[in-house]
């Protein structure tokens, strides 16, 4: 395969708030001492006077952006994901999402692919945490492409937001001229019949490549990119459904509460239908290089590959 | 607004938290009526609002950080002509917008909804902040209680509020002492509360909290600081103004019955007669 260029959807996210803070005067950004990491480090160097560093308190920063936001301003939070859905899950609870502020939070460092600080810092339930809040949208971008064109989504949406970006160079797959990004749209990667793999983020281009592979074993197999989970693209999950027969989700997060739930809540009650679900299988992460990880924990493509088979022959 | 008409307002406010919490059977009366004089104050003495438009881009901003006194805040923005002072009656009724904790959403003149501790004040940081920003001449005000200053988050906005300077916040502490397991030093103390948020690079007032010259003259002073946000330590009684709620942590959250409504409405009509002797 020939070389694909790879890059963080962290860097992307940094980018995006820099061309969208020259586009519209109204856009803050709130760092809580991970500026670096974030990359809202971008943005600080083009407009520090609209760049808040709230320092290592994380749960004030959500508030402080929630009172930015009744004045009309359009507030970027941006930690790693433990923090910004984990320890301050309350306040984007009850200071964003029960007043339906115009929040949006820039998530980073998202799933085990964080790799060598380990299970302390990897957060495998941040979709889980903030699907369940009523009105949050909920965008997990799959590449450079994508991560952008969410930022400018998430600001063109009056409503809180949370978006999910990864520390982990990751290949561009959507760089086509016909790309365009719609919230609570999932996109149709490549067609099936066989089976439908609806992923997100991380391991979406790992699934083209299983798609490429089962192709040669004969297996026609869809693949869906959800790249937003709230709200959840449900006539397209049906209708794969309803085609392929057999549906299998894939995600850098918990298999409970992620993707894989949100499908099978739909499925459940529409159109009954096998799911296996892959992803982090209920236990904590640990320290490693990312890649190392991604291996361990089953979501590089020859683990997602031999998983898959196993579940369409088994049925 | 003279001294004598903001005591006969503070005594209407009253008698709209006892009659919002008897007829929700339900609610927080103690806190509310301590901090009864500082709703009236801000409220007819102090905040730029206007009722006929509660979402004016220039009004000052007030967040009730001790959400929980939303009896005192709604008593309040209903004498001050939010809305009619008889939907106080409705105040956690089903379907009502007299929510338990405020909710912008549905009240007028409500600008942060709040009720789980330490989260309000925060707010009000980012509402200071955006007014430094835009060099906007509005303030902000929100109020503490002194058990809620107990949570971290209080003290994280605080560090940040000093840091920025926000000579544009002023923040209250309903300070009665009592908080629901009892009294605060107690459960655990929060003292020396003014060397906190001194330490914090706050400008620091303390003043009796039920004494409408002291109040008047902090809030005068705030505005007069320059280059740090200004913390007022309201010294307060919890209950203030029907006798047998005063300094009893029992009636943190109790609604009175029948009886013990009707004893405190014809206490409160008695000094409400007494003012209009004055």
Known sequence: MSEVKKIATRESYGKALAQLGEKYDDIMVLDADLAAATKTSVFKNVYPERFVNCGIAECNMVGVAAGLATTGKVPFVSTFAMFAAGRAFEQVRNSVGYPKLNVKIGATHAGISVGEDGASHQCNEDIALMRIIPGMVVISPADDIEAKAAVQAAYDHVGPVYMRFGRLPVPVINDRPDYKFELGKGVVLREGKDVTIVSTGLPVANCLEVAERLAKDGVAAKVINMHTIKPLDQELVIAAARETGKVVTVEEHSVIGGLGSAVCDVLAEHFPTKVLKIGINDVFGESGPAVELVKKYGLDTDSLYEKIKGFLFEI | ?278
């Open chain 2, 1 to 278: 607004m003279n001294k004598l008409q903001l005591e006969q307002t503070a005594n209407e406010v009253r008698k709209g938290i006892i009659t919002a919490v008897f007829n929700a059977k339900s609610g927080h009366p103690g806190g509310s009526l301590s901090a009864a004089d500082i709703f009236t104050y801000l409220y007819f003495a102090e905040l730029n609002i206007d009722p006929d438009n509660p979402r004016k881009v220039d009004r000052d901003r007030f967040v009730l950080s001790k959400g929980h006194n939303s009896p005192g805040y709604y008593a309040a923005l209903a004498n001050r002509g939010f809305f009619p002072v008889e939907d106080l009656k409705t105040f956690r009724h089903t379907g009502s917008y007299l929510q338990g904790h405020p909710d912008m959403k549905g009240t007028p003149g409500v600008d942060m909804s709040s009720g789980s501790l330490g989260q309000g004040i925060s707010a009000a940081v980012g509402m200071a902040i955006s007014a430094q920003l835009d060099k906007a001449s509005f303030r902000v005000y929100t109020l503490l209680g002194d058990g809620e200053i107990q949570e971290g988050q209080v003290w994280e906005a605080s560090m940040l509020a000093g840091h920025k300077k926000l000579d544009n916040l002023v923040v209250i502490v309903d300070n009665n002492n009592l908080q629901i397991d009892g009294a605060i030093t107690e459960v655990n103390s929060p003292y020396p509360i003014d060397k906190k948020f001194e330490a914090f690079n706050f400008h620091v007032i303390n003043i009796n909290g039920n004494d409408f010259d002291e109040i008047d003259a902090a809030f005068k002073k705030a505005k007069e600081v320059k280059g740090k946000p200004t913390a007022i330590i309201a010294k307060t009684v919890k209950g203030k103004g029907v006798s047998f709620m005063e300094n009893k942590a029992a009636w943190h959250g109790t609604a009175p019955n029948e009886a013990q409504y009707q004893e405190a409405m014809a206490e409160l009509e008695k000094a409400g007669g007494l003012l209009c002797q004055k």
